[in-house]
């Protein structure tokens, strides 16, 4: 069974540019979780999507942060326009939802803004 | 919200012997605790876990207790091998599908 599938695993940009990661979740798992994990830290929950509804976006930085999952599959998290301080990884996980626990993760996304 | 202590932050020992990481949380309204491990280009992949109606878990050469009441738990590695070498995560989360908030790592070092 394939794993939560992420893209790009690398993404190199300027500040100010904009830049999309995109992330599709075990097959079957409603719930999908967006993380960034800075250098040397643990990661930290951005937002998290039950089916197709955002239900805790409360740490994602609204005026340059959106994200979508249309359909309930497949998701896509933006920042526009980038800034340094948002270079990290990004990583997106999921869940089976209803009760169930486990989060698996993918592989992120590392992102550097110069 | 969750805050999560980990210790300690670097932690190396000789192949075969026995590593112990420990965390502490604060919201004692929290009933899961995973670990995961994480090797360097990696995302988190979950070793273990247990929830708040059980005080012990364990599956081969490791396992995590929990005490509710001191409202910490740890994670025991028997028997290391230079494999183990990684960073491990513990977290922990209110209940089923909710965020996990992770501690700040241990960077396991086994040698040879």
């Known amino acids: 069974e394939a794993g939560v599938v992420q893209s790009p695993r690398y993404k190199i940009i300027e500040k100010k540019q904009p830049v999309a990661f995109w992330c599709n979740p075990i097959s079957g798992h409603n719930t999908l979780y967006w993380y960034r994990q800075n250098l040397g830290q643990g990661p930290e929950l951005l937002i998290r999507y039950e089916n197709e509804e955002a239900v805790d976006d409360s740490q994602l930085p609204k005026d340059r942060f959106s994200a979508e999952r249309l359909k309930g599959v497949d998701s896509t998290l933006k920042i526009q326009p980038a800034e340094l301080g948002d270079s990290a990884v990004y990583l997106c996980?999921?869940?089976?939802?209803?009760?169930?626990?486990?989060?698996?993760f993918g592989p992120g996304t590392r992102l550097l803004v110069l | 919200g969750e805050n999560v202590e980990q210790h300690p932050s670097t932690l190396s020992v000789q192949e075969g012997d026995s590593a112990v990481i420990k965390c502490t949380y604060s919201?004692?309204?929290?009933?899961?605790f995973p670990w995961y491990k994480q090797e360097l280009g990696k995302g988190p992949q979950l070793i273990i876990d247990?929830?708040?109606?059980?005080g012990e878990k364990k599956d081969q050469r490791i396992a995590v207790t929990l005490n509710k009441t001191a409202k910490h738990f740890s994670l025991h590695i028997t028997e290391t091998q230079p494999e183990d070498s990684a960073v491990y995560f513990c977290?922990?989360?209110?209940?089923?599908?909710?965020?996990?908030?992770f501690g700040g790592g241990t960077r396991l070092m086994v040698k040879p």
């Open positions: 977290a922990a989360s209110r209940s089923a599908g909710n965020m996990l908030t």
């Open positions: 247990i929830r708040s109606n059980v």
């Open positions: 919201d004692s309204a929290s009933n899961y």
């Open positions: 996980a999921s869940s089976l939802g209803m009760g169930a626990e486990t989060q698996y």
